[in-house]
């Protein structure tokens, strides 16, 4: 099984790539910048150098072609102003969904936030960044040619993983370390039923495995 993750150098993806790798996936993680690329080696991921705000559908669809799935893990990050919460954590992402459809790629998770809403009034930089993320949750949402995922975790933490998590269509707000987020997002990837699903995460009491069977079931 072949996963290509987008944002391959971010705290979560890394950590994902790791997790991935060790049970036997080829992972491949987008970068934009060609100095992180031995980081992605010691993970067990094949870095692809390619920059999502100006590359082409049909350049990224090219690195996608033969995957079994898509993650879009990226992010404008920290210090970015409004203009690259819309290029990177809309476009990118629409970006990225648009050539998972050209390539053939039905399951496609997206790491958005909680609070991710299109239509979220303010000027500060993060109610851009909550206006992105939700613009680009609801594109991935509306369209047919995937079985998408949607994952909406809380407050991240470095906080070593518990493995102990409360996931649901909605938990309440709280913290969450990455080092779980990354095992969700391994279980969901493993877990086809969850397709359809916008999910909250926080930490909390339940396995990680149970935890992604029970929305699963659902």
Do not use: C
């Not at 036997?24 to 094949?46: C, F, K, N």
């Amino acid at each position: 099984m072949r996963i290509v993750i987008a944002g391959g150098h971010g705290q979560i993806a890394l950590r994902l790539e790791r997790l991935l790798a060790a049970r036997g996936y080829e992972v491949a993680g987008i970068v934009r910048d060609a100095r992180q690329s031995e980081d992605l080696r010691t993970v067990g991921a094949e870095p692809v150098v390619l920059d999502l705000e100006s590359a082409s559908v049909e350049q990224v669809a090219e690195v996608l072609a033969g995957a079994d799935a898509a993650v879009f893990a990226a992010g404008a990050g920290p210090g970015s102003g409004t203009e690259r919460k819309d290029t990177v954590d809309r476009g990118a992402a629409v970006l990225f969904a648009d050539a998972a459809e050209r390539a053939g790629v039905r399951r496609y998770l997206i790491v958005s936030s909680m609070g991710a809403d299109a239509g979220r009034a303010g000027d500060e930089v993060f109610d851009a960044y909550l206006r992105a993320k939700g613009a680009a949750d609801d594109d991935v949402r509306s369209r047919s040619g995937l079985d998408w995922t949607v994952l909406r975790p809380g407050s991240l933490t470095n906080d070593a993983g518990t493995g102990l998590v409360s996931l649901g269509v909605s938990t309440g707000r709280g913290p969450v370390p990455r080092d779980d987020v990354a095992a969700v997002l391994a279980e969901l990837l493993e877990t086809p039923s969850t397709a359809g699903l916008t999910l909250e995460l926080v930490s909390g009491s339940v396995p990680v495995t149970v935890a992604v069977k029970d929305v699963a079931g659902n």
